[in-house]
């Protein structure tokens, strides 16, 4: 399985952007999908997760601007940012946790904000 980002970019203060992540190779369903990031100097951290049941979890952070959601194959998970700020320039990762019990990771994809 392959996780592979892609949406970000810059955008201003108060701007929106949206991610996606699209999984390929042999994929039946993910227990768990989720989207972290981690800017520099910093650890990297949980920003929204999904669940095969459909519940989501967001940090605390994001809640209210950002919106997790994904399609029934598994296939494309998103995450649609809106009124950013500076702080939430990162790199953006796409994690994935399979019912095999495996992880995945894509990439990473940037996002930058600008004042």
């Known amino acids: 399985v392959q996780l592979a980002e892609s949406g970000g970019g810059l955008a201003q203060t108060g701007g929106s952007l949206r991610l996606s992540c699209t999984a390929s190779?042999?994929?039946?369903?993910?227990?768990?999908m989720g989207w972290y990031r981690q800017a520099p100097g910093k650890q990297r951290e949980l920003v929204a997760s999904?669940?095969?049941?459909?519940?989501?979890n967001y940090a605390d952070t994001v809640t209210g601007r950002f919106r997790i959601s994904r399609t029934n194959t598994y296939r494309t998970m998103y995450l649609q940012m809106g009124n950013l700020k500076p702080d939430d320039a990162a790199s953006y990762y796409c994690?994935?946790?399979?019912?095999?019990?495996?992880?995945?990771w894509g990439q990473g994809t940037q996002v930058t904000v600008s004042t």
């Open positions: 190779g042999r994929i039946l369903s993910f227990n768990l």
């Open positions: 999904i669940a095969a049941n459909g519940a989501v």
């Open positions: 994690h994935a946790s399979a019912v095999t019990g495996n992880t995945h």
